[in-house]
């Protein structure tokens, strides 16, 4: 009796130790696999990925965070994923719902000290706008996870969308460990330091 009870317990408490991922979303190890070759930024370059303007490396307190969350990066990304076909005008919008880290629509990548770039990450990005007008009442999820909604507030200083439309995205820290989380915004052993000596297509991965 003893030996079934504690079977019975076993069986209960099996669930709260599941993966939270769909079956068809692509665990951690896939999603690094994938974005590997990115590591040299002139394949990204090669595959239709394109700087943030102005080769923006943001940091937290960029968008009113303390600065000990650390940065995100210089953010690459295809425009024919994110729907973007016009350049921000003044904020970049899109009609696109890509939401598989399998084929990432973002690339994260940390300026070095020599000029190149190291991939520390990747990400996805749907508009708020283009996600709902799709039919979607709930916002788009990663492993369980629903992405993070970021939007600007006009009544302060800080460009809290980092000149993006409302929008949800999801990090993903497959490169560089974080301390706070795989999937949290910004990672503290990301750092912006080096961003001026970053030398645009021109950089080299590692």
Known sequence: MKRFLLAAAAMLVLPAYSPARAPQEPDLAAVRAAA?????????LAAGYVAAPGNMCETAPMMGRPAELGAMGIHY???DL???SAPPSPRVDGNGTHTDFGNPAILLYEPQADGSLE????????FERAWRAAGNAAPPSFHGRPYDHMADDPA??????????????R???VFRDNPNGVFTPFNPNVSCAHAQ???????HGH
Do not use: Y
Not at 36 to 44: G, H, P, Q
Not at 119 to 126: P, R
């Open 77 to 79: 990304f295809r425009p």
């Open 36 to 44: 590997e070759r990115f590591r040299d930024v002139r394949v990204a």
């Open 156 to 169: 302060t200083p800080i460009d809290e969308a980092h000149m993006f439309e409302p929008h949800w995205d």
């Open 119 to 126: 991939l520390v990450g990747v990400e996805n990005l749907v």
């Open 171 to 173: 990090h993903v820290w």
């Open 197 to 203: 000596a970053q030398t645009g297509g021109a950089a």
């Open 82 to 84: 994110l729907g973007i």
